[in-house]
């Protein structure tokens, strides 16, 4: 599935939304959120943008980049010669794309609500668990729930967790920086998704 594939996929999945989101657009307002499960997540930056729709629904279009490598160190390796032992390196990398539907019940950027959006990613993760490695690109729908405080006009705090579902394709490493497969293929997947603590500003 080449990008162009991957973004109508997204694009078509938050078309579907729209089209389940009944009744005549009112007042746009706008919201720019960022959530802090994901910075703590070895760095990943991210942002959401979303625009109310109507009382019950908004549309939001987000992404998550990690490009970042780290090396485990303990107080030997200060006498040891560097010997690039890829053993020591772990990352949790990617490059995340979606976009989807929130439904309201009471008012859009306030209160409960429930998400659908379609989700792409590309990640290379390993040396987290253990000494293997797996990269590739997942694509799928996601679902999940949550709630915004309102702490003041400008400004809630948002406390979520969603699902995601779909296709991948994958190979898996020996460790993170070598070459040696141990296993590729594609499968369907069933996982937890975000977990939320975001600040959002509204405009």
């Not at 908004?58 to 090396?71: I, K, L, Q």
């Not at 485990?72 to 949790?92: A, W």
């Not at 539907?101 to 253990?130: D, H």
Request: net charge positive; aromatic share 18%.
């Amino acid at each position: 599935m080449n990008f162009l594939h991957k973004v109508s996929y997204i694009l078509l999945v938050a078309g579907f939304s729209l089209l389940l989101c009944p009744g005549r657009a009112e007042a746009q307002r706008i919201s720019v959120g960022t959530n802090a499960v994901e910075w703590l997540n070895l760095g990943t930056v991210n942002g959401e943008l979303g625009v109310g729709i109507n009382r019950f629904f908004s549309f939001h279009v987000g992404a998550r980049y990690n490009n970042w490598s780290f090396r485990k160190s303990s107080p030997e390796d200060r006498f040891e010669e560097p010997t690039g032992e890829s053993e020591k390196q772990f990352e949790n990398r990617k490059r995340a794309f979606s976009a989807g539907l929130r439904y309201w019940p009471w008012y859009y950027f306030s209160g409960l609500w429930f998400y659908l959006r379609g989700q792409w990613m590309e990640y290379n993760r390993g040396g987290l668990i253990n000494h293997s490695a797996e990269e590739g690109e997942a694509y799928g729908v996601g679902i999940g729930a949550g709630y915004s405080y309102m702490l003041s006009k400008h400004w809630n705090v948002e406390f979520g967790i969603g699902l995601w579902g779909g296709k991948k394709e994958f190979t898996k490493y020996n460790c993170t920086n070598c070459g040696r497969v141990i296993g590729e293929g594609k499968k369907s997947f069933i996982l937890p998704d975000d977990a939320f603590v975001s600040i959002v500003y509204l405009f």
